[in-house]
C-alpha cells in the first residue's frame, strides 16, 4: 500500500454566522427549529451495531415549555453497559491499528457535515432541547464543534510530529499508541460542543468510548450520533448509552479495561468518580487517565481605572448569557465604589432591554434554565438573599415555572465578601456584587483568591497596566483562564484553549494538544543499527 507524510487540511476557526433579520442562516434556523419542535424523537442507545430500544423511557420536554412532548429516549439496563464495554473492546481491535489519517477523514467529515447540511439541525435541538438562543447555538453547536474536530485533527499530527533526537548509531522513534481498554466520556447538558468532543478527541486518537450524555441534552446528542454514523465512525467505537448514572458509572468502574474518564460537570460527581477509581484501582490493567473540568465559580474584577460601561457590558454578558449556565459565567463580581452607581445603572439599563422567553423568538436574549430542579435551587437562592440582612436583590429576583422554568436576571448586591452567592456555584442568571474601597484594591485581589475553592476563569478590567499586573500576580491561581480587559466566557478552540484547576479540574485544556496527549500511551522504539559483540566498555582496559 501506498505510504506518504500526510498533511491535513489547516485548521480555521468556524465563522460565526450573524442570523440577523432577513439573513438566508435565520429564516432556515426557524424553519428547522418548526419542524423539529414538532416531531417526536425515540432515542435508541447505540451499542455497536445495534439501536436497542429498552421499551423503558423518559419524557423528553423544552425547558422553556415543560409541558410540550419532545418524545422519549431509552435507558440502560447494566447488562447493556456491560454489551457496550463488550463491543467497544471488540471495536478497538480495528480501529486501533486504523491509520492515523483514515481517523482524521472521519473526523474531518463530521466537521463538514456540521457546517453544511448538519448545522441548522444541530443548532435547533440545541435551541429547543436546551433552551439556548440562536447566537448562543450558534457559537456552540456548530462553530466550537467544527472548531474542536478540525483543531483536534491539528493536534493530532502535532504530537505524532514530535519524536526524540536520533544519531548515526540508532535511530529513536515515539509511537503514541491509544489506551489499552476503553475510555469512559461523561458529557453536560450546557455545552453541545463539549458533548461531542469528549468522546471524539478520545476516538480520533485511536481509543473506543462508551458515552453517557446528560439527560437533558439527549436532543442533541441524537443529532450528534446521526453525524458521527454518517461520517463513517465504525460501529463499536462511540457508544451511546443512557439511564441511572450511579448505575452506568458503576459498571463501567468496576471493568477490568476501564482505561480512563473524560468528564465534565460537577465537581461531587467527578471527586466520587476519582475515589472509586482508587478503590478499584488493583482491579485495571493500567492505571486509568482521570480528566474532568468541573465547577466554577468565575470572578470579575474592576479597577478604579476601568470604564464603567465596559464593565457593566462584561458583566450583562457574562453572567447573563445563556441563563448563567456556563462553567465560565460570571457570578461574583468586586466593584470599586467610586464607580459602583455608574456601572449599576448601566446594569440596570441592559436589565430592562432584555427580552425572556422561547428562543424560536430571536429577539429574546433570556430564555429559561434547564430544568425543575436548576429552577427551585436558583428560586431558593433569590428568597433567602431577600431575606438575609448583608444581602440585597437590587435587579431582577423574579421567577415563573407555569409554562417554562424562566428565572429573571439577578443582580444581589452584598457587604459580606463571603456571603454564600460569592461562594457557592448557582449555575443560573444570578450575580453577586461586592463593592470594595477603591484603596483595597490589592486587599481585594487577595481576597478574590482566598474566597472560592475553585479556579476555572477570571476577567480584570484595568487601564492601569500596572494594576492588571498585579492582579495577574496575586490570580495565578484562581483562575485557568484569565482575561484583561475582557469577560471570563467564549474561550475560542485554537486560541484560548481551556480549563481551570483547584476544584475546577485537571486543567488538561479542551481545545488544545495538551488534551490529547492524555489519551495516548507512548512507547519508545530504539532501533540499534550495528549492535555491540563484546562486553568489555573501553574503562576496562588496562
Given at each position: 500500500m501506498g505510504k506518504g507524510f500526510f498533511h491535513v487540511p489547516p485548521a480555521v476557526n468556524e465563522p460565526v454566522k450573524s442570523y440577523a433579520p432577513g439573513t438566508p442562516e435565520r429564516?432556515?434556523?426557524?424553519?428547522?427549529?418548526?419542524?423539529?419542535?414538532?416531531?417526536?424523537?425515540?432515542?435508541?442507545?447505540?451499542?455497536?451495531?445495534?439501536?436497542?430500544?429498552?421499551g423503558k423511557t423518559r419524557n423528553m420536554h423544552p425547558p422553556h415549555d415543560h409541558k410540550h412532548d419532545l418524545g422519549v429516549f431509552h435507558l440502560a439496563e447494566k447488562s447493556h453497559i456491560e454489551t457496550a464495554i463488550e463491543e467497544a473492546l471488540k471495536a478497538r481491535e480495528k480501529w486501533a491499528k486504523l491509520p492515523w489519517e483514515q481517523r482524521a477523514a472521519v473526523f474531518l467529515k463530521a466537521a463538514d457535515l456540521i457546517a453544511g447540511p448538519y448545522r441548522q439541525r444541530l443548532n435547533a435541538a440545541t435551541m429547543i432541547g436546551q433552551s439556548k438562543n440562536i447566537y448562543q447555538a450558534e457559537i456552540d453547536s456548530a462553530c466550537e464543534i467544527i472548531d474542536f474536530l478540525r483543531f483536534n485533527v491539528?493536534?493530532?499530527t502535532q504530537i505524532y510530529d514530535e519524536q526524540p533526537e536520533s544519531d548515526e548509531k540508532a535511530w529513536n522513534r515515539v509511537e503514541y499508541r491509544p489506551l489499552e481498554g476503553f475510555v469512559y466520556a461523561i458529557t453536560p447538558f450546557n455545552f453541545t460542543a463539549i458533548a461531542g468532543n469528549l468522546p471524539s478527541s478520545a476516538a480520533l486518537m485511536g481509543n473506543v468510548v462508551v458515552w453517557k450524555p446528560s439527560s437533558t441534552q439527549m436532543f442533541s446528542a441524537q443529532v450528534l450520533m446521526?453525524?458521527?454514523?454518517?461520517?463513517?465512525?465504525?460501529?463499536?467505537?462511540?457508544?451511546?448509552?443512557?439511564g441511572d448514572p450511579a448505575m452506568i458509572t458503576d459498571t463501567v468502574l468496576k471493568s477490568p479495561d476501564f482505561a480512563g474518564v473524560h468528564f465534565t460537570g460537577s465537581t461531587g460527581v467527578f471527586q466520587n468518580i476519582w475515589a472509586e477509581i482508587g478503590k478499584n484501582i488493583n482491579n485495571y490493567k493500567t492505571y486509568p487517565r482521570i480528566v474532568g473540568e468541573?465547577?466554577?465559580?468565575?470572578?470579575i474584577v474592576a479597577h478604579p481605572s476601568a470604564n464603567p460601561k465596559e464593565v457593566s457590558t462584561a458583566i450583562s454578558r457574562g453572567a447573563f448569557e445563556f441563563q448563567g449556565q456556563k462553567c465560565s459565567a460570571a457570578s461574583r463580581c468586586y466593584i470599586p465604589n467610586s464607580m459602583w452607581n455608574e456601572v449599576k445603572s448601566y446594569v440596570e439599563e441592559d436589565l430592562k432591554s432584555f427580552k425572556m422567553g422561547s428562543p424560536e423568538d430571536m429577539s429574546n436574549f433570556i430564555t429559561a434554565v434547564i430544568d425543575e430542579k436548576a429552577f427551585d435551587k436558583l428560586a431558593s437562592y433569590i428568597d433567602q438573599a431577600k431575606q438575609d440582612e448583608d444581602a440585597e436583590v437590587i435587579m431582577g429576583g423574579?421567577?415563573?415555572?407555569?409554562?417554562?422554568?424562566?428565572?429573571?436576571?439577578?443582580?444581589?448586591?452584598?457587604?459580606?465578601?463571603?456571603?454564600t452567592t460569592m461562594e457557592t456555584e448557582l449555575f443560573g442568571p444570578v450575580v453577586t456584587i461586592y463593592v470594595y474601597e477603591d484603596e483595597k484594591y490589592e486587599e481585594t485581589l487577595h481576597l478574590v483568591n482566598e474566597t472560592s475553592i475553585y479556579a476555572l476563569t477570571g476577567a480584570i478590567l484595568s487601564k492601569d497596566r500596572y494594576a492588571a499586573s498585579l492582579a495577574t500576580e496575586i490570580l495565578q491561581n484562581a483562575a485557568g483562564n484569565f482575561y484583561i480587559n475582557d469577560k471570563p466566557t467564549g474561550?475560542?478552540?485554537?486560541?484560548?484553549?481551556?480549563?481551570?484547576?483547584?476544584?475546577?479540574?485537571?486543567?488538561?485544556?479542551?481545545?488544545?494538544?495538551?488534551n490529547l496527549l492524555r489519551w495516548v500511551s507512548p512507547r519508545l522504539i530504539k532501533e540499534?543499527?550495528?549492535?555491540?559483540?563484546?562486553y568489555r566498555y573501553p574503562f576496562l582496559g588496562e
Open positions: 429564516e432556515e434556523a426557524l424553519a428547522t427549529y418548526k419542524e423539529m419542535f414538532n416531531q417526536k424523537m425515540d432515542i435508541p442507545l447505540y451499542i455497536g451495531d445495534q439501536q436497542i430500544k429498552t491539528e493536534y493530532m446521526e453525524v458521527f454514523q454518517e461520517a463513517g465512525v465504525p460501529d463499536g467505537v462511540i457508544n451511546m448509552v443512557m468541573t465547577g466554577g465559580k468565575d470572578f423574579g421567577y415563573d415555572k407555569s409554562k417554562g422554568y424562566f428565572i429573571e436576571p439577578t443582580v444581589i448586591l452584598t457587604t459580606n465578601p463571603k456571603y474561550a475560542v478552540v485554537g486560541r484560548q484553549p481551556f480549563g481551570g484547576a483547584r476544584a475546577s479540574g485537571t486543567n488538561d485544556k479542551a481545545g488544545s494538544k495538551l540499534t543499527f550495528v549492535p555491540p559483540t563484546d
